[in-house]
């Protein structure tokens, strides 16, 4: 079971900001983290085929691997020509995670929005993944449906944020070797399920997993969901990611079933928005999972 991150601390740097360039934080990685892979993330992608060569062989000079490219689609879309253009970067995203020598790209259902019923939600997704899997089999790589909570540039939470929901929709996806899920058991947190109940009900589907853990710095997961209908961008400031291991998150279960189901993909650490602690963390993350999954005979 290979080890990642994702830079989560360094994504308004990364992204926003640009007072970091990948290549400084493949560096830094390379200087501080017992990592086997870097996460990459979309934002910090470059456009042309010549740098995204140049940053995959910084990974590979590093020694790291690149297996995950986290990628934010959004099909919950009325207009039908935004959801022509979603299916269409959803294959790019796919087509550019296999030059840089990826094998997994993070696909997502969208935005639940309010004008978009569940059962139209649906159905706009279930034709979406239909119509990017066979540009996913073509390249090679596994498209990674995530229990997801919400991009740090959306309006809304996720569709399929709820079991019941995603549940519903891997229903009716057809086991395909292209395609399965990336658990994060934080998130099912966050959607107000039990994320032990979660991880069970799709545990067939796994691939890849997120390593995350989460805290509330004030208030109820009541007060995020009111938050999260009225439409405020990105996250909000009193839901925050921690230390794998020191969260809400039982871990010893969750590795309980990596074991059952004789897991040997990766795990990727999401962990942290502060930039000060951000590598520390990182650490004390990868600590912990090595140590786990040394316990539990994984990986």
């Given at each position: 079971?290979?080890?990642?991150?994702?830079?989560?601390?360094?994504?308004?740097?990364?992204?926003?900001?640009?007072?970091?360039?990948?290549?400084?934080?493949?560096?830094?990685?390379?200087?501080?983290?017992?990592?086997?892979?870097?996460?990459?993330?979309?934002?910090?992608?470059?456009?042309?085929?010549?740098?995204q060569?140049?940053?995959?062989?910084?990974?590979?000079?590093?020694?790291?691997?690149?297996?995950?490219?986290?990628?934010?689609?959004?099909?919950?879309?009325?207009?039908?020509?935004?959801?022509?253009?979603?299916?269409?970067?959803?294959?790019?995203?796919?087509?550019?995670?296999?030059?840089?020598?990826?094998?997994?790209c993070?696909?997502?259902?969208?935005?639940?929005?309010?004008?978009?019923?569940?059962?139209?939600?649906?159905?706009?997704?279930?034709?979406?993944?239909?119509?990017?899997?066979?540009?996913?089999?073509?390249?090679?790589?596994?498209?990674?449906?995530?229990?997801?909570?919400?991009?740090?540039?959306?309006?809304?939470?996720?569709?399929?944020?709820?079991?019941?929901?995603?549940?519903?929709?891997l229903?009716?996806?057809?086991?395909?070797?292209?395609?399965g899920?990336?658990?994060?058991?934080?998130?099912?947190?966050?959607?107000?399920?039990?994320?032990?109940?979660?991880?069970?009900?799709?545990?067939?589907?796994?691939?890849?997993?997120?390593?995350?853990?989460?805290?509330?710095?004030?208030?109820?997961?009541?007060?995020?969901?009111?938050?999260?209908?009225?439409?405020?961008?990105?996250?909000?400031?009193?839901?925050?990611?921690g230390?794998?291991?020191?969260?809400?998150?039982?871990?010893?279960?969750?590795f309980?079933?990596?074991?059952?189901?004789?897991?040997?993909?990766?795990i990727?650490?999401e962990?942290?928005?502060?930039?000060?602690?951000?590598?520390?963390?990182?650490?004390?993350?990868?600590?912990?999972?090595?140590?786990?999954?040394?316990?539990?005979?994984?990986?």
């Amino acid at each position: 079971m290979p080890l990642s991150a994702f830079p989560k601390a360094f994504i308004p740097a990364l992204c926003v900001e640009r007072s970091m360039t990948p290549f400084e934080w493949i560096d830094l990685a390379r200087r501080e983290l017992p990592l086997d892979g870097l996460e990459f993330y979309w934002g910090f992608v470059p456009e042309s085929r010549e740098e995204q060569l140049r940053l995959a062989a910084a990974v590979n000079d590093a020694g790291f691997a690149m297996p995950m490219m986290c990628y934010s689609s959004d099909f919950i879309q009325p207009d039908r020509s935004e959801w022509h253009r979603q299916v269409e970067m959803q294959k790019r995203a796919v087509e550019v995670t296999a030059r840089m020598g990826g094998s997994y790209c993070r696909i997502l259902t969208g935005q639940r929005r309010a004008d978009v019923d569940r059962e139209t939600g649906l159905e706009l997704v279930r034709t979406a993944f239909l119509e990017v899997i066979p540009t996913a089999e073509e390249h090679g790589v596994t498209l990674i449906l995530e229990n997801h909570y919400k991009d740090a540039h959306w309006v809304y939470p996720e569709f399929a944020q709820r079991l019941e929901v995603f549940a519903e929709l891997l229903s009716r996806i057809p086991e395909h070797d292209y395609f399965g899920v990336n658990f994060d058991p934080s998130n099912a947190l966050v959607a107000g399920d039990d994320p032990i109940e979660y991880m069970r009900a799709v545990k067939d589907r796994i691939r890849t997993m997120h390593a995350s853990d989460r805290f509330l710095t004030s208030g109820t997961l009541e007060d995020l969901r009111k938050i999260d209908e009225s439409g405020a961008v990105g996250y909000a400031d009193l839901l925050q990611h921690g230390v794998v291991g020191k969260g809400a998150i039982d871990y010893d279960a969750v590795f309980s079933i990596l074991a059952e189901i004789e897991f040997g993909g990766w795990i990727s650490i999401e962990d942290g928005n502060d930039p000060n602690v951000g590598i520390k963390h990182i650490q004390e993350s990868a600590r912990f999972l090595r140590a786990k999954m040394s316990e539990y005979g994984v990986g």
